[in-house]
């Protein structure tokens, strides 16, 4: 779908704002966080490149996320701009946390991406990478926590993670999150998580279960209230989590 002429405007204001010569005050952060539109960018289909809207990503942060503790290590896989990664540092009022994260890591492959991230989250370190690959870059012990709003379905991918072989993308990056942390957050296709009634479980996520020894919860409900704020798409979406203590146990060398 093409940018009103009111989008063009904001994104290339945002755009302005990461070209400037200075930081970014915490509304220009903002500023830019709302209005840049990845749609500029040719790859967005094809990389899955659809942005957490901002409400779901603070409600998210503020109730699931939990890094509340000083020193806490958090990484952002699939990072796109920063959007899930910088809710994290925001308290109830917008203002940025003075709570010192141990370390906010962003991963995300494509530069101009990371650019813009780089300025709207200089607190963050920002990996330029495949996020498949995270596991081989020796980033220190366990993180606390993995977060993603990762591409979902077939998307091209580099390498399959742990032991899981089928297609959807989104069960690589929890496989992969395994690998670094001791639990996860995500925001996934509602098809993709385990339903209460094992009778209604998709055929994908067992599998998903088995070949990987993660089992996804519902944590919440459908995200349907913020269907129609995702851009060009109204994805069916909600949130799950998995603590990886016992995977990390089996499947990764300590
Ligand atoms: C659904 S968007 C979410 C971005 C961000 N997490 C957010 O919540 O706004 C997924 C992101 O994954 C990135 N991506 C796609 N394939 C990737 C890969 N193999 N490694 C790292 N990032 C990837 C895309 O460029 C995009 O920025």
């Not at 370190?125 to 870059?137: F, K, N, R, S």
């Not at 998903?208 to 060009?232: K, N």
């Not at 990886?244 to 499947?251: D, G, L």
């Amino acid at each position: 779908m093409p940018l009103t002429r009111e989008q063009t405007r904001r994104h290339l204001t945002a755009m302005d704002l990461v070209d400037a010569d200075r930081p970014l005050t915490r509304t220009e952060r903002e500023f830019v966080l709302d209005h840049y539109q990845p749609s500029a960018s040719t790859s967005q289909a094809l990389d899955g490149a659809y942005f957490t809207p901002r409400s779901l990503a603070h409600q998210l942060a503020m109730h699931d996320i939990g890094c509340d503790r000083p020193g806490e290590r958090i990484i952002d896989l699939a990072a796109g701009i920063g959007r899930l990664a910088y809710e994290t540092l925001i308290d109830p009022d917008r203002e940025l946390k003075s709570m010192p994260l141990g370390e906010l890591v962003c991963v995300e492959k494509n530069p101009e991406y990371v650019r813009v991230g780089k300025r709207v989250l200089p607190e963050a370190t920002w990996i330029c990478d495949d996020v498949l690959a995270v596991p081989d870059l020796n980033l220190g012990g366990p993180f606390d926590v993995a977060i993603s709003n990762p591409p979902f379905g077939a998307i091209a991918r580099s390498r399959d993670a742990l032991s899981y072989r089928a297609r959807q993308f989104e069960y690589h990056v929890i496989a992969t999150a395994a690998r670094l942390a001791r639990r996860g957050v995500f925001i996934v296709p509602r098809r993709s998580v385990h339903e209460e009634n094992p009778a209604e479980r998709t055929a994908d996520c067992v599998r998903f279960t088995r070949e990987t020894g993660i089992e996804l919860e519902r944590w919440w409900g459908d995200a349907d209230d913020w269907r129609d704020q995702w851009g060009p798409v109204t994805p069916r979406v909600t949130v799950t989590a998995a603590d990886f203590r016992h995977v990390r146990r089996a499947a990764v060398p300590a």
